[in-house]
């Protein structure tokens, strides 16, 4: 199975409880790269697998693979 | 080989009529006879001054422009092959130097209504920026890019808060993208030599590196440069960035997270819709992300004739993924890192930034206009375009002005 790199959205109620939610994803095989308990967001890694898991933990709003953004070569000649 | 349909798409349809050139110095009584002889009796002879010539061209087998030594010979569609004949039996006249199918001709695209000048951008005249009373001042306005090249001769003496989100890279441009952006939104105001190109030239600028020097980034930094905006108190967060989606694809609750926090908190995101249209060709792609959220201003790209860009993206998607202001985003002027300067670009990443600029100047001249109240301002204030809402939204984005005397 792929390793991803995802993004989880915590439901509002797992707001009041942040480091409960977080131990919760990490025990399911969540590696956490950054976490935002302010707004209930974390980043991660780990197997693609995990993703259908977090989405039926209770204090998870969305899993999804984390996207990345890519710029086009600085140049009038292509929209930026 | 799909290059090759494209251009026959593009290629112009025949109207099933001729046009005849005679060679120089064939009088017109030669003319004449070479028509009659082809086409038979029903020739008319146009002059500028006195006819009407669709109606001349409806009831006429040959219409011959006076002094001009051409003729067009109006052809039926459903008349193929009467036309080739003709072309044949004119073809081998002596008089006749030239016949070629005649074509249907569009107007090119709209003259521009807008130009840089030496005092300032094109972008800064249609939005009325240059006639503001207001600058900024006062008003944090944050950019989320590439970084800056701080050490740019324009920024100097400017007081610029930073911080990098990418790991191993601090907040300087090495790219390009994010201190052009930040020069739309806030660069300085005119010197000998270049024009005025930043919106809000006073505004007190927060730039956070959230791509990296290559032009890239991820989502978790994108989003802890977000927070980071809004925990800083900035009025306006300014985001030239995104990923492309798919027709109805729902939008990401971490970014709506952020954006409608963002509102609440005073803060209003604005975000470039993205580029990836192809409109000559009938392609209108749906907004991207992170601006398809729905408490995330989604802007798109206007050229000099106010016309909605070839590239920018449209409001395909329903529930956030319309388009809910458009701006300059074609041939923008703006700085880059030394040692180029300056450079003209294009794109709805060119766009974001004047109205984030915009936000900036509302902002700073009423303090009651933050969050959602900036934004009712920015879109019930903008001035309306004969383009659907789908392309443009509101419209163009306008700058307060000052009151009539």
């Known amino acids: 199975m792929a390793e991803i790199s995802m993004t989880i959205v915590l439901t509002q109620t797992a707001l009041s409880r942040p480091e409960e939610a977080r131990a919760r994803i990490e025990a399911v095989g969540v590696r956490i790269s950054r976490y935002l308990p302010e707004v209930g967001i974390l980043t991660g890694s780990g197997e693609e697998r995990l993703l259908e898991t977090l989405r039926h933990l209770g204090e998870v709003a969305q899993a999804r693979p984390e996207h990345r953004v890519s710029l086009p070569p600085l140049s009038g000649r292509r929209p930026q | 080989m799909p290059d090759d349909v494209i251009l026959d798409a593009l290629r112009p349809e025949p109207t099933g009529g001729l046009i005849v050139t005679f060679k120089p110095g064939v009088d017109t009584g030669r003319q004449e006879r070479c028509l009659t002889d082809a086409a038979g009796s029903g020739l008319a002879r146009y002059s500028a001054s006195e006819a009407d010539l669709p109606a001349m061209r409806a009831r006429s087998r040959a219409v011959r422009l006076a002094e001009t030594g051409i003729a067009i010979l109006p052809g039926l569609p459903e008349a193929a092959q009467e036309t080739a004949a003709l072309r044949d039996r004119l073809l081998n006249d ?247 300067l300056y450079k003209k670009l294009r794109g709805t990443s060119m766009a974001c930034p004047h109205v984030a600029g915009l936000a900036a100047l509302w902002a700073a001249s009423d303090p009651a206009l933050r969050g959602r109240a900036l934004w009712h301002m920015l879109t019930s204030s903008a001035l309306p375009l004969p383009l659907p809402a789908r392309d443009v939204g509101a419209g163009l984005a306008q700058a307060p002005r000052p009151p009539l005397s």
Request: aromatic share 6%; net charge negative.
């Open chain 2, 94 to 340: 002596e008089a006749v130097a030239e016949i070629r199918p005649e074509f249907w001709m569009f107007a090119q695209d709209t003259a521009p209504a807008f130009a840089d000048t030496a005092e300032l951008t094109w972008g800064l005249a249609a939005t009325g920026a240059a006639l503001s009373q207001a600058t900024g001042a006062g008003v944090r306005l944050c950019v989320l890019d590439t970084g800056i090249d701080a050490g740019h001769p324009d920024w100097q003496g400017r007081q610029i808060t930073a911080r990098s989100f990418v790991e191993g890279e601090g907040v300087q441009d090495r790219q390009g993208h994010g201190t052009h952006c930040a020069g739309t939104a806030a660069g300085r105001p005119a010197r000998e030599g270049v024009p005025r190109y930043g919106v809000a030239p006073e505004a007190e600028l927060f730039v956070g590196k959230v791509l990296n020097d290559s032009g890239a980034g991820q989502e978790g930094d994108i989003l802890a440069g977000m927070l980071w905006g809004i925990e800083e108190g900035c009025a306006v967060i300014s985001m030239s960035l995104g990923r492309s989606t798919r027709p109805g694809e729902s939008y990401s609750l971490a970014y709506e997270r952020l954006g409608a926090l963002a509102l609440e908190a005073g803060s209003l995101i604005v975000a470039a819709a993205g580029n990836e249209s192809s409109r000559s060709f009938g392609l209108i792609a749906p907004v991207g992300a992170p601006a398809d959220s729905p408490s995330i201003m989604a802007v798109a790209a206007l050229d000099q004739a106010l016309a909605v860009a070839e590239f920018s993206c449209g409001g395909i998607t329903a529930g956030g993924g319309e388009v809910d202001i458009a701006a300059p985003g074609v041939g923008v002027f703006s700085c880059v890192p030394r040692p180029e």
